[in-house]
């Protein structure tokens, strides 16, 4: 492929900068590629998230707890769509990673992996960081954060995973999802500021989009992937076609078939009440929780009715310890847990704010 040629092989430059990096890094510098492989992993979003979440509300600062919780959603945002566009873009092209082209000429740091090299999802992650972190720092942080997002790059090609074109993939991959989302967001911000005073038909629509991208995404797995087959995306990260019968991490998934009445019945009872939740004026997040869950548990329920268990595809283990494999459904229920939880979390701090208001003034 001639386009192939001039933008990703760059006239053979691309193996040769790999190989000038690769071979002529020392091997004092290998812990160095290991713990920059390390902190530049998606693995560490949750830390991420905690830590600007932490930042938010302990600002002193109004104005700076506002651009920090801002910049929180953005790298939010950012992170879904990079991770979408991310996947879909390494099954699409399945280039192949520098052991499957140079063999034993390529030395490899870790597992020694042959597809899905374009992009890396090391670059990616740390350009969503330092999109979502710069605006927050001054002229040393920014400093930082460059040498920081260089030198992820710099060890994904020392540690033999990716080419120098995986990596200038990846570093606009993230840097375009980080524009994307602070371009959008701002058009979405009206919508979300008017749902409290908008009918519940807002909600349900949430719900049923939830419900539609579950499906999508399972009808593509079962068309794509043969039942038990898995693709390994990231290293620590597969795409998987298994059924589950049961529950949450296979509860009752032995239980002889009638589990599957019974989850259906218990999923649409759950639905009708979180259905009579939103029908009634609730908060955004609580409202935005309850939405959430409905569409989750609508999504598990078709496919007992449609297909008799639940289909699985994402697989996330860290070597040979796999976390049980969910779908979207799934992460659409958590989701709406975990906000539920800051709903409450939120107003018990309201709750205990206006308390000792009240005490002070009674003094």
Same mark, same amino acid.
């Not at 699985?312 to 979207?328: S, T």
């Not at 799934?330 to 939120?346: N, Y």
């Given at each position: ?66 651009? /920090? ?15 979408? /566009? ?278």
């Amino acid at each position: 492929m001639s386009w192939k040629l001039f933008l990703y092989d760059w006239g053979g430059l691309n193996i040769a900068l790999f190989q000038a990096i690769n071979t002529g890094t020392p091997a004092t510098l290998k812990p160095l590629a290991w713990f920059f492989g390390l902190v530049g992993s998606y693995w560490t979003a949750p830390l991420m998230l905690l830590g600007l979440w932490w930042w938010s509300k302990s600002a002193t600062n109004p104005a700076r707890g506002t651009a /920090v919780r801002h910049r929180l959603i953005g790298f939010s945002a950012a992170f879904l769509l990079a991770l979408l /566009v991310a996947t879909a873009l390494k099954l699409w092209f399945d280039f192949p990673r520098p052991p499957a082209v140079l063999g034993d000429l390529a030395r490899v740091i870790g597992d020694k992996e042959l597809h899905y090299s374009l992009p890396s999802g090391h670059a990616t992650y740390a350009a969503m960081v330092v999109g979502a972190l710069w605006p927050l720092m001054g002229r040393r942080g920014r400093l930082s954060l460059m040498l920081y997002a260089t030198l992820v790059g710099w060890s994904r090609i020392a540690a033999g995973m990716h080419f120098p074109a995986d990596v200038l993939a990846g570093w606009t991959l993230g840097w375009s999802c980080t524009a994307l989302a602070g371009w959008l967001l701002p058009l979405a911000a009206p919508v979300w500021q008017s749902a409290r005073r908008t009918s519940a038909w807002v909600w349900f629509t949430v719900a049923a989009s939830a419900v539609m991208t579950d499906q999508l995404t399972k009808f593509a797995i079962i068309r794509t992937f043969a039942y038990g087959e898995q693709v390994e995306i990231t290293p620590f990260f597969n795409l998987v076609h298994v059924l589950n019968p049961g529950a949450a991490f296979s509860f009752l998934a032995n239980a002889g078939g009638w589990q599957r009445y019974f989850f259906i019945t218990l999923g649409l009872a759950v639905s009708a009440w979180l259905g009579r939740m939103l029908c009634q004026q609730r908060p955004r997040l609580e409202a935005m929780g309850y939405s959430l869950i409905l569409g989750g548990a609508l999504g598990n329920v078709a496919d007992r009715v449609l297909r008799g268990s639940v289909v699985d595809f994402l697989d996330f283990h860290w070597q040979l310890v796999h976390w049980p494999a969910f779908n979207l459904a799934d992460v659409a229920i958590t989701s709406g847990a975990a906000l539920l939880i800051m709903q409450m979390l939120t107003q018990g701090k309201a709750v205990d704010t206006g308390a000792n208001v009240n005490y002070n003034h009674s003094q």
